[in-house]
């Protein structure tokens, strides 16, 4: 079994996605980076983000990653403000009541794209 | 083995999605994850109609407009698709009545030339010549009334706005677009509550999709929340109090932000009315029409008030 299939697939995302952008949002260490954007963009892009957390579909390189949060890393994205992220994903996972080793499963991925989240 | 359109072109997609099929015969679609996840290749279907599987997540207006993803589309039978909002055809319409409905909101009835196709709440281009154009929501309901109806703001030197109220009349034949816009009623889900904030002439939609609601039979609450600066902006009061006396399910609120509200009215801004009356949201469709400013607000708030990204519909203008 994968990791995507023990989490609950395309279920799980759909049932994290408002749950981890609506604490995005009320995270005063983050929110501000998402002044001005869709809602409902930046939600597609949440669910992308989460289904490869999850082990699931994606195809974003690290390439990518860098060109999507070039922007923001000129806005002053830098290691507090992926912590922070990484804290809600875990909040989220756990309100889900997700297993702690899936989480950390989970958290490993997106760990995995620190140094290119963040152009280093 | 079937075959896609696109663009006049026909090709054979095998086992490739819309997407890849597209791509290498040089058609250039904006993409992403190509895992049916981001919804970046979003196109639609214009004939046929795609797999379920290639509109998964996708928000119930878009799917009642047959969009889909392409990265995730193996058509089973003949499509024609087109990227979403290209193409969109003109039609001749001869105005059948015009009317103002307060000091600076007119009502313009319009009968289309041919067979028109619409749903409440979405919104026309109205030309006043070949270049010139604005957009106008959709405030009648198909199948509840004849002509189509819409409400135009007069804009202090606006070039249609203007020309609607100083020139046009009964009899005119004008130039219209067809309806476009997701912001409409779905059926399928009559007990949802339905929460609907509008400033100004943004109540134009919101009327159009409370009685669409109705006439659906929707059975869950429907709340209407319509803002203004003053008493003098209301319009169509009449009508929706109506509506209350009819179905005990719907609620009307005018809300005046800057002025001592009368009997009858509540006294501050839309938006933290309604969010006061309506303090959880989850599990609530929410539509929200008019000023860009308080659309903005007004979908962040909603949604941190625990409505659903997919369940929240705005059409700022």
Wanted: hydrophobic fraction near 40%; proline fraction near 5%.
């Amino acid at each position: 079994m994968s990791l995507y299939s023990d989490i609950g697939g395309e279920a799980a995302v759909n049932a994290a996605v408002d749950i981890f952008y609506r604490k995005v949002l009320k995270d005063d260490r983050i929110k501000h980076f998402f002044d001005g954007t869709d809602m409902a963009k930046q939600a597609a892009k949440q669910k992308a983000f989460l289904a490869m957390a999850f082990g699931g579909p994606s195809n974003y390189s690290g390439a990518d990653m860098r060109k999507g949060h070039a922007h923001l890393v000129a806005k002053g994205l830098n290691d507090s403000h992926f912590d922070a992220v990484m804290e809600n994903l875990g909040a989220t996972l756990k309100e889900l009541n997700v297993p702690a080793n899936l989480i950390a499963q989970a958290a490993a991925i997106a760990e995995s794209t620190r140094k290119d989240v963040l152009g280093k | 083995m079937p075959k896609i359109t696109y663009g006049g072109q026909s090709f054979e997609c095998g086992e490739h999605s819309v997407l890849d099929c597209l791509t290498a015969q040089g058609v250039s679609v904006p993409h992403s994850c190509r895992s049916g996840v981001c919804q970046t290749c979003m196109m639609q279907a214009v004939q046929g109609s795609v797999p379920r599987e290639a509109q998964v997540g996708l928000k119930p207006t878009l799917v009642a407009q047959n969009h889909f993803l392409a990265c995730v589309c193996h058509p089973q039978q003949d499509i024609e698709i087109a990227l979403p909002k290209t193409a969109i055809a003109r039609i001749e319409a001869k105005v059948s009545g015009i009317e103002y409905l307060n000091a600076e909101i007119l009502g313009v009835r319009l009968k289309p030339a041919q067979p028109f196709s619409y749903r409440a709440g979405q919104f026309i281009n109205f030309f006043k010549d070949e270049t010139t154009s604005r957009c106008y929501s959709l405030a009648s309901v198909p199948g509840l009334d004849d002509d189509l109806h819409l409400t135009v703001r007069k804009i202090p030197g606006g070039l249609v706005s203007g020309w609607i109220s100083g020139q046009l009349k009964a009899g005119d034949t004008i130039s219209i677009s067809e309806a476009t816009g997701d912001c409409f009623y779905v059926p399928g889900n009559p007990g949802q509550n339905l929460l609907l904030i509008g400033t100004g002439s943004g109540l134009a939609p919101l009327y159009g999709i409370i009685r669409d609601a109705l006439k659906s039979g929707h059975t869950g609450r429907i709340r209407l929340y319509h803002g203004n600066y003053n008493a003098a902006g209301f319009y169509l009061v009449e009508e929706l109090r109506r509506l209350e006396l009819t179905y005990p399910n719907f609620t009307y609120v005018p809300c005046v932000s800057g002025e001592e509200a009368r009997p009858g009215y509540a006294q501050g801004i839309v938006l933290d009315v309604a969010l006061a009356d309506n303090p959880s949201l989850t599990g609530w469709r929410v539509f929200l029409c008019g000023n860009p400013d308080m659309v903005k607000a007004a979908k962040r708030e909603v949604f941190l008030s625990g409505a659903s990204v997919n369940d929240i519909y705005a059409d700022p203008f």
